[in-house]
């Protein structure tokens, strides 16, 4: 697969005990994106947070530490991260989505996987 080097970054930021279909949310994100062809998608787990309800999310506070902040990152063609924000769009009920441009250098993955 080819990527041209205009692309955008998509970021999804969620808790980690988030759901959906009785899944947790981040890896419902990666498995669709992945089922609509995105180039790619990374999770990131924080070791300390808070987003819009201002609630401190950390490991020290074992209560907590069970909700740590999740970012999915999500690199595709402006077109691709479209189609798949209008597919989530209602799946992301918590948390802070952005996009940005990102160029693109390389792409490539491993001889045996072509």
Request: charged share 25%.
């Given at each position: 697969?080819?990527?041209?080097?205009?692309?955008?970054?998509?970021?999804?930021?969620?808790?980690?005990?988030?759901?959906?279909?009785?899944?947790?949310?981040?890896?419902?994100?990666?498995?669709?994106?992945?089922?609509?062809?995105?180039?790619?998608?990374?999770?990131?787990?924080?070791?300390?947070?808070?987003?819009?309800?201002?609630?401190?999310?950390?490991?020290?506070?074992?209560?907590?530490?069970?909700?740590?902040?999740?970012?999915?990152?999500?690199?595709?063609?402006?077109?691709?991260?479209s189609m798949f924000l209008d597919y989530?769009?209602?799946?992301?009920?918590?948390?802070?989505?952005?996009?940005?441009?990102?160029?693109?250098?390389?792409?490539?993955?491993?001889?045996?996987?072509?």
């Open positions: 697969m080819q990527l041209p080097p205009n692309g955008q970054l998509l970021r999804i930021f969620i808790g980690e005990s988030d759901k959906y279909d009785g899944k947790p949310l981040y890896e419902w994100l990666v498995v669709k994106a992945k089922e609509q062809g995105l180039a790619g998608a990374t999770v990131l787990r924080g070791l300390m947070g808070f987003g819009a309800n201002s609630r401190i999310h950390t490991s020290k506070i074992l209560r907590l530490s069970l909700d740590m902040p999740i970012v999915v990152e999500i690199v595709d063609t402006p077109e691709k991260i989530i769009e209602t799946v992301v009920t918590e948390g802070l989505v952005t996009l940005e441009k990102a160029v693109i250098h390389i792409y490539r993955g491993s001889p045996q996987d072509e």
